[in-house]
């Protein structure tokens, strides 16, 4: 079973950055680790994943060049760096895994089993 616990959340000004941590336990190199987020009234929207075993990234194109998806395996956590951080990125932000996930859906929510209790990204 694969537990998730995310923090770093916080409020910043635009422009500034903030680094979000996601705890597991119970995952594999053969999961695909990723960062979702959902402000109210809208649809819950892939930000990036990352495969544990080779570390191949996916981002969604309203923060690539910005976020970027990384890994500590020794520290079993997944890290969601922001820079750059802009209004529009204010929402909650949950880090999901699964171990079968379809080519291309890698930023799909659909395709995630196990998720965390999300934390909150307020910019001004």
């Known amino acids: 079973h694969v537990q998730l616990v995310e923090s770093g959340g916080g409020s910043v000004q635009a422009g500034g950055s903030l680094r979000l941590s996601c705890g597991t336990s119970g995952y594999t190199n053969k999961y695909c680790m990723a960062w979702f987020r959902q402000s109210p009234g809208k649809e819950r929207e892939g930000v990036a994943s990352i495969y544990a075993g080779d570390s191949t990234t996916y981002y969604a194109d309203s923060v690539k060049g910005r976020f970027t998806i990384s890994q500590d395996s020794a520290k079993n956590t997944l890290y969601l760096q922001m820079n750059s951080l802009k209004s529009e990125d204010t929402a909650m932000y949950y880090c999901?895994?699964?171990?079968?996930?379809?080519?291309?859906?890698?930023?799909?929510?659909?395709?995630?089993?196990?998720w965390g209790q999300g934390t909150q990204v307020t910019v001004s």
């Open positions: 999901a895994a699964d171990s079968v996930i379809l080519p291309g859906r890698e930023l799909e929510d659909s395709q995630y089993t196990y």
